[in-house]
């Protein structure tokens, strides 16, 4: 919802959030907690938050932060496991995307990491501009090589390649998704990808056979980064995860009545 011009009331994203608590996804993006300046879209996170019923679900719940600020703010909540924090191995969307750099950013992350322990929570950092930029910053397998190094270094578990502005082939995406999963073996690879509808499926797929257990989607595939390019590209539409998967015979265990709902509700906040 962050790429949005028009606020979404907080009960309408609430009952939303709580549809797709019932479908009984691994992990839930709820919100984030970052500047009301910055994102006016996700200043309620809080209050989002309160109105979720968590009561018989199996799901867990995400919140990206951007800064201190927003581990500080994120790890009071219980309720909360996960906190997402972006990392860009991109010097230029660094600054676009949290106003700070590479250097600043990784103490960032190790204040999160000392955070996350104390609170019993998990940290989720996303290697972005993991397929390249479109900023001119230099971009290869090495150096994203050497950061995913570094991240599982300073105690990271989970770490999702991210193509913030849909820059990923399927053929990038076999050739260094493998090498990540067997370089990392106890640290969790995921994928966070965005992309165009015409190239959805073809990406899907190439995770899949990359060996990505943990694949990030949108209903729809709606939302973007509004910190990324000007023209954005939506996220991975998890419908679409959903059929692959299902074609592939793989057992989700998911309550797709309540994924209906959630679909149809949708028309009230992405128009």
Request: hydrophobic share 40%.
């Amino acid at each position: 919802m962050q790429g949005l011009h028009q606020f979404v009331p907080t009960a309408l994203k609430s009952e939303y959030l709580n549809l797709l608590l019932q479908v009984g996804f691994d992990t839930l993006d709820f919100g984030s907690f970052v500047s009301p300046k910055a994102i006016p879209q996700l200043s309620d996170t809080a209050e989002v938050l309160a109105n979720l019923d968590l009561n018989g679900t199996k799901t867990k719940l995400l919140a990206i932060v951007a800064n201190l600020k927003g581990v500080e703010a994120a790890i009071k909540f219980q309720e909360i496991s996960y906190l997402g924090f972006p990392f860009s191995i991109s010097e230029t969307f660094q600054h676009r995307n949290t106003n700070s750099s590479i250097a600043q950013s990784l103490t960032t992350v190790e204040e999160m990491l000392s955070r996350c322990a104390d609170k019993n929570k998990q940290a989720v950092v996303y290697l972005s501009m993991g397929f390249g930029n479109p900023y001119g910053d230099e971009w290869n397998y090495e150096i994203v090589e050497k950061w995913a190094d570094i991240l599982v270094s300073k105690g990271v578990e989970i770490i999702s390649l991210a193509d913030t502005t849909g820059i990923s082939t399927p053929e990038k995406i076999e050739e260094i998704l493998p090498k990540l999963i067997s370089r990392y073996q106890h640290t969790e690879i995921g994928i966070h990808l965005h992309s165009t509808p015409a190239e959805r499926f073809e990406k899907i797929e190439a995770a899949y056979h990359a060996g990505v257990k943990r694949i990030d989607s949108a209903l729809k595939g709606f939302g973007g980064c509004p910190m990324a390019a000007d023209n954005l590209t939506g996220n991975i539409a998890t419908e679409e995860v959903i059929s692959f998967l299902n074609l592939k015979g793989e057992d989700l265990n998911l309550n797709m009545e309540k994924w209906k709902d959630a679909m149809v509700l949708s028309s009230k906040i992405f128009r």
